[in-house]
């Protein structure tokens, strides 16, 4: 019995040593199990860290590039006369002279086409519609992607225009005697109005609307105390703007300054011009003064975008390129020979200055991506969606184009 007791013992045992087996074997195979998956997890992340070098090094190497050629990837042949002037609306050209507008693509199909006898046609653009009025006279085309919406005929002298992107028009028209400031929807409605007489004082030279409609900006000129000064008046159409006087939610002045120029680049943020200073306000119910920025040199041209402004100065050697950041901050500055005649923002953010047939192109870190002399006069430059795919639009010709 006593035997048989202790074989059974050594059964029971030989099991339990064998369920430690077991469980050693189990967890062994789940090490080499974790092993593995951390070795294949440092592999993938080998490999994407080497993909994001790859590509960091790509788009360096894309922006410190330089071309000074192109190939031709499309062409078609154009004849306009030599008052015919050009612009980008959207993805699409705008070709316009005394006698009407026409919008085509990149290949010159046409896409909408406008007659109209203007003097001095003009366009204001937001994102989704474009504005084309006679400066100095009384017509106005509100426009959208697909076509003229509204034709407008004011009964005074238009002086400035800017539209929003519900299309809605802030109108600044004078003459002598007053000026006149009005609101028109997109529909020919009107929204709002307001009078100024040269002998109270403050005299409108610009007008400013946000890209929702909701605000509106003037620029005045103020002599009536001896003196000339600038004042920048902002209204507010919300609920905040209901409460005040007029819509009027904020004065700025400025002592022996012109200030000839302001203009919405979003919602919340304008941009005001003059010869010796750069202002940026900033708010979505009451703007206030956010920077300052003073110029050193009088600048021959100021132009700006939704993010940087810049201006170019004349200079011993030619002109000087500066960009500033809406803070006020200088973050570009390049000298170039060129006596330009244009001077603009690229769709792409690039610059571009041009004396109509020497072209140079610079990206917002200082370096010049292109340069080329053409054999024929260059109107315009736009950009596409690649960095290295433009729009060349010559006397003769509109190209698609590669630089290389």
């Not at 192109?70 to 005394?98: C, L, P, Q, W």
């Not at 800017?162 to 109108?171: I, R």
């Not at 993010?307 to 973050?331: C, D, P």
Request: one cysteine or more.
């Amino acid at each position: 019995m006593a035997e048989q007791n202790y074989r059974n013992k050594g059964i029971a045992m030989a099991n339990k040593n064998g369920f430690q087996t077991i469980e050693s074997d189990i967890e062994e195979m789940n090490e080499q199990i974790r092993s593995h998956r951390r070795a294949i997890a440092r592999r993938i992340l080998c490999v994407v860290g080497i993909l994001i070098i790859i590509f960091a090094a790509t788009q360096l190497y894309l922006a410190l590039r330089t071309y000074s050629s192109y190939r031709i990837d499309h062409k078609t042949e154009r004849r306009d006369s030599e008052a015919v002037s050009f612009d980008f609306f959207g993805k699409n050209i705008v070709k316009y002279t005394n006698d009407g507008a026409i919008c085509m693509d990149g290949q010159n199909m046409q896409i909408w086409n406008q007659s109209y006898e203007m003097t001095t046609p003009t366009l204001a653009k937001s994102d989704d519609y474009l504005a084309i009025f006679d400066c100095g006279g009384t017509e106005v085309y509100i426009i959208s992607e697909s076509g003229t919406q509204k034709h407008l005929e004011m009964a005074r002298p238009i002086r400035a225009l800017s539209v929003s992107n519900q299309g809605t028009v802030a109108v600044l028209m004078k003459d002598e005697e007053k000026a006149v400031v009005k609101l028109y929807n997109k529909e020919g409605d009107e929204l709002a109005n307001g009078e100024f007489y040269l002998q109270n004082g403050a005299f409108p030279v610009d007008v400013a609307l946000s890209f929702d409609a909701k605000k509106m900006a003037l620029s005045l000129v103020d002599a009536s105390e001896g003196k000339m000064k600038s004042v920048i008046r902002f209204y507010n159409f919300g609920s905040v703007g209901k409460n005040e006087i007029d819509n009027n939610v904020g004065n700025f002045e400025y002592e022996e300054m012109l200030i000839p120029e302001i203009e919405y680049v979003s919602n919340d943020k304008m941009v005001a011009l003059s010869d010796s200073e750069i202002m940026i306000f900033e708010g979505s119910e009451k703007p206030q003064l956010a920077s300052e920025q003073k110029l050193e040199i009088q600048p021959r041209s100021i132009i700006y975008n939704k993010n940087y402004i810049a201006t170019a100065s004349q200079n011993e050697e030619g002109y000087q390129i500066s960009l500033y950041n809406f803070r006020g901050k200088e973050v570009m500055k390049v000298e170039t020979d060129i006596m330009y005649r244009d001077f603009y923002f690229l769709e792409n953010g690039e610059m571009c200055i041009s004396d109509g047939n020497s072209v140079e192109l610079y990206t917002t870190h200082s370096i010049r991506k292109f340069h080329y002399v053409f054999d024929t006069d260059i109107y315009r430059i736009l950009s596409q969606g690649s960095g290295t795919n433009y729009i060349f639009i010559l006397s003769d010709s509109t190209q698609e184009v590669h630089l290389r």
